[in-house]
């Protein structure tokens, strides 16, 4: 799979707007479709972008990262880039997108609820505003604040670890679910590359000497709260994300081949009943991992960097969910709904961001009930350009070449290499949030939302040639 994620640019937001069919493969099956390949974003080897403070977007290699090592894929970066983005200067002069922007927010295809912020990268300065401060449902473009605080509290090489213990008698072993949601059989599955199974189970059998055991216990305590967030139907855990569990394989789908595709009502089991057959077991059962007992084997997910390049670029509701909580056990203590809330809320505090009104259910933007405004999108991406969190500017899909605005921008090509953006799209609700380059050259970052409108396309295209408009803006 591209990282458009399908062909229809739809898909890559927060609603499938057509079930796909498709009969799931076996799980011993070789992958021969990677739904991702774990790059850091292939179009930010051209461009990095100097922001507030002289700041180069890279990744600083953390000097003691907590799991694993930063290996990057061999074909990163390539030998030869192709220019995609538009380059930036900090000396531009600053936009006076009072003088456009009014005309293009009146366009009567905003037919519903507004709300809009242009600001300078640079300083900071809002440019332009409409109803910024009004809290409204973001969808998708909650991604960028779960990407953001992982950034900043997990650091681009933290891996989740899945590890397997000693059970309680010489007969039997517990797999303990850390939270990653990518687990894979065989090492290749539906984000690419990813923590496998089968290495696990020949670690495990190479401790043991060779002896399989007849039960396999599966941990699942890391996670034990509500399968879904608050404002999330349980009828959408079927086809547009999975149930919440702190472990899965291929994101809990059963075809692994499909973004929207139906999931497995209990995708922690299904990975006990993998991992037993790999592992020769007899018997799964549910257990608690003892107190200091002996690890036996453990394989780590693929970086941060790379899981949080891959959810927003395609819009990943399991994954996006899964870094959250990951944040939330790290910055709180424990994996549930209301610690994923007080974590990315205490990310956006310590960067400025004004907190007014502002309801985080979700890492993924699936919640209906979520409430953020375009002022806050805005103020948590320059405090982002101000910190190891900028990272996430390389994450965001790029107008006309990546993820879930690859097939965007139809009617406004010029904003094509120049415009970068979150998408996000429930029933009723439009979001575009990311940076652009105006034709002087100049940064500046925008949230544009629109909930209870009439026509979803309408609005989406309007997004679109706003944020074109303004990146040719010489004004």
Not at 96 to 103: F, K, R, Y
Not at 189 to 197: D, H, P, T, V
Not at 378 to 406: C, M, N, R, W
Not at 421 to 428: A, D, E, F, M, V
Request: hydrophobic residues 40%; proline residues 6%.
């Amino acid at each position: 799979m591209a990282l458009s994620d399908n062909d229809d640019p739809r898909v890559a937001s927060t609603t499938p707007h057509a079930r796909p069919e498709g009969a799931p493969p076996s799980a011993r099956s070789r992958r021969r479709h990677k739904a991702l390949t774990w790059v850091f974003s292939i179009f930010a080897v051209v461009a990095t972008v100097a922001a507030a403070g002289g700041l180069v977007w890279q990744i600083g290699a953390a000097a003691e990262p907590e799991k694993g090592t930063f290996a990057p894929p061999e074909a990163y970066p390539p030998a030869e880039p192709a220019e995609v983005l538009a380059g930036t200067d900090r000396n531009a002069p600053v936009p006076d997108l009072a003088s456009v922007l009014p005309d293009l927010l009146d366009d009567p295809r905003f037919s519903g609820d507004l709300s809009s912020v242009f600001a300078d990268a640079v300083t900071g300065e809002v440019l332009y505003e409409r109803d910024g401060s009004e809290a409204m449902t973001p969808a998708s473009s909650m991604k960028v604040v779960t990407a953001v605080a992982a950034f900043e509290h997990l650091g681009p090489e933290y891996r989740i670890p899945t590890t397997v213990v000693e059970g309680p008698d010489d007969d039997s072993v517990v797999l303990v679910g850390g939270g990653d949601v990518a687990l894979t059989v065989d090492g290749e599955g539906y984000y690419g590359g990813g923590a496998s199974l089968t290495d696990l189970a020949d670690a495990v059998l190479d401790a043991r000497g060779g002896d399989a055991p007849s039960t396999l216990y599966l941990d699942t305590s890391l996670f034990s709260d509500s399968v879904n967030a608050d404002g999330v139907s349980k009828a959408d855990l079927n086809l547009y994300t999975a149930p919440a569990a702190p472990m899965m394989l291929d994101g809990g789908r059963i075809d692994n081949t499909v973004h929207y595709t139906p999931h497995y009502p209990d995708p922690a089991a299904r990975v006990g009943e993998v991992f037993a057959e790999l592992l020769g077991a007899d018997e799964v059962a549910d257990g608690t991992a003892a107190e200091g007992a002996a690890e036996l084997a453990a394989v780590h997910s693929e970086p941060v960097a790379a899981l949080v390049d891959a959810l927003v670029l395609s819009s990943d509701n399991e994954l996006a969910d899964a870094v959250a909580f990951q944040t939330a056990l790290a910055v709180e203590g424990e994996m549930t709904w209301d610690a994923l809330g007080r974590a990315h809320m205490a990310t956006l505090e310590s960067m400025g961001v004004d907190t007014t009104g502002l309801v985080l259910n979700d890492g993924s933007g699936m919640s209906s009930t979520n409430r953020m405004t375009a002022n806050a999108f805005t103020q948590l991406l320059i405090g982002a350009a101000g910190s190891k969190a900028s990272l996430v500017f390389e994450a965001l899909p790029v107008a006309g070449y990546s993820g879930s605005l690859l097939d965007r921008f139809g009617t406004a090509t010029d904003a094509n290499g120049v415009v970068r953006g979150k998408t996000g799209t429930l029933s009723g609700v439009s979001s575009l949030t990311g940076s652009l380059t105006t034709a002087d050259g100049r940064l500046v970052v925008y949230s544009i939302i629109s909930n209870d409108h009439a026509n979803g396309s309408a609005v989406e295209t309007a997004m679109d040639e706003v944020t074109a408009s303004v990146s040719q803006c010489g004004c």
